[in-house]
């Protein structure tokens, strides 16, 4: 078994990085390449909105990966820099847990030099994503309450979803929240309004963690070189399950060793995990505690 390597002066050290983003996100990624890899990020203000908005004004198509790496092709086309990042989210309901909200967030890195590219995604469980339909005043400072505003922005709009008029985002102060609310109500000659949370990165500092969590793992793959090909980008690729109960020796669900792998070439290695003695609980067998 090989050995990744991480330098203590990393292959992107001085280097300039570019950020193609309208929301800000160098707030989350700035400090961790630059802490972890020496390098400099930079923001570069250009419409991504025009790949998909989250209100739906304008629908993302493709997939996330697609969307983020449109949007370093748009730095690469606007700048003469060789690397670039992209971030990418998406929320929406756990898939078994359908009360539960999720966040998932991508990072997209490109290297121009070495034809590199990166892909780093999670799932958070910490959103404050949330719409709901309200027809008073009293539920939409209920709503907003439980959305962390003002420190988080709500957007207001016609109810259905789907229906014409005006979009108020970025709120971010009560009395244009309940200006909006009584306008909307004006426009469309009904009671109820849609409330929505504002997840662009600028305006949920909550999502804006997750992006910068997300930031630090990128970064620390990036200073992690593949032990066969030297290229950066060598790290974790999926958890392999099968454990052995510590009784009968049944293979459980528990997680039994760790794939690294090279996003450049092919080379992969198979850790086991450091749990105990390598051996599992018996209360998670299935045959000792069917």
């Known amino acids: 078994m090989k050995d990744s390597v991480k330098g203590s002066l990393s292959l992107y050290a001085n280097r300039q990085i570019v950020l193609p983003s309208k929301h800000q996100k160098a707030q989350a990624l700035a400090k961790p390449f630059r802490e972890v890899l020496g390098a400099n990020l930079l923001e570069w203000d250009v419409d991504t909105d025009s790949l ?38 998406s929320f929406g309901s756990h898939p078994l847990m359908g009360s539960m909200a999720i966040n998932e967030e991508m990072l997209y890195f490109i290297d121009r030099t070495r034809n590199l590219h990166v892909i780093q995604k999670e799932v958070f469980y910490k959103t404050n994503y949330a719409m709901q339909k309200v027809s008073s005043i009293e539920a939409l400072h209920r709503f907003a309450d439980k959305a962390l505003f003002p420190s988080h922005g709500l957007i207001l709009r016609p109810s259905p979803r789907q229906s014409a008029g005006s979009i108020f985002k970025g709120i971010r102060a009560l009395v244009d929240l309940e200006a909006a609310f009584f306008e909307l109500q004006r426009f469309s000659g009904k009671k109820s309004v849609q409330v929505e949370t504002d997840m662009r990165a600028h305006m949920n500092p909550t999502r804006m963690q997750n992006i910068a969590e997300l930031g630090v ?74």
């Open 52 to 89: 998909g908005t989250f209100c739906g004004e304008i629908e993302r198509t493709g997939s996330m990966s697609d969307t983020a790496k449109r949007k370093c092709a748009l730095a690469f086309d606007g700048t003469e820099v060789d690397y670039a990042i992209a971030s990418e989210g």
């Open 217 to 290: 793992v990128l970064a620390n793959k990036l200073n992690s070189l593949c032990p066969d090909c030297q290229n950066p980008g060598w790290g974790r690729i999926k958890f392999n399950t099968g454990l052995p109960c510590s009784w009968c020796h049944t293979p459980t669900h528990e997680v039994k060793s760790v794939t690294y792998g090279c996003v450049k070439c092919d080379y992969q290695e198979e850790k086991p995990t450091e749990k105990g003695n390598g051996l599992a609980d018996p209360g998670n067998c299935p045959y000792c505690n069917p």
